[in-house]
């Protein structure tokens, strides 16, 4: 396939999506490094959800924000294998979040004003970053 010259917004986002993804890798790493106290002082609640999660939890999260990560840089280098990466991120926020909510008391103990906007929100940009790659890669932009 022939990459043709992508336009001005698309780097543009294609930009703003790596530094989502560094800020998120970020986030992951004081996670790790904190546990319960990487988003600020954490109360016996949160303590003790952090302290419930399964092993594999903490793996998900670095997967899903490592590959986002690493999408954007394929955006940026203009590689195909954005796809693949965006469609990872987006299957291991889906997986964290869904045991989250579904196996967790955290929306009836926080309310699900307080906790369910901003996974949302990262869920969205994943599927929008993923659906962005394709659109890419229809137009010739990432070959």
Do not use: K
Not at 53 to 76: K, M
Request: charged content about 10%; some cysteine; hydrophobic content about 60%.
């Amino acid at each position: 396939m022939i990459v043709t010259r992508a336009p001005r917004w698309f780097r543009i986002v294609a930009w703003l999506l790596l530094a989502w993804g560094m800020v998120g890798c970020v986030a992951c790493v004081q996670q790790f490094r904190l546990g319960a106290e990487a988003m600020g002082p954490a109360d016996d609640y949160q303590r003790a959800l952090y302290a419930a999660l399964p092993i594999w939890y903490n793996a998900v999260y670095a997967v899903a924000v490592g590959t986002a990560l690493l999408g954007a840089l394929a955006l940026l280098a203009r590689s195909v294998l954005a796809i693949p990466l965006f469609a990872v991120s987006l299957v291991a926020v889906a997986i964290q979040f869904g045991w989250l909510f579904a196996t967790t008391d955290i929306i009836a103990h926080r309310g699900a004003a307080t906790v369910v906007p901003f996974p949302l929100l990262i869920a969205g940009i994943a599927a929008a970053s993923l659906g962005l790659s394709r659109h890419a890669r229809g137009r010739g932009w990432i070959g």
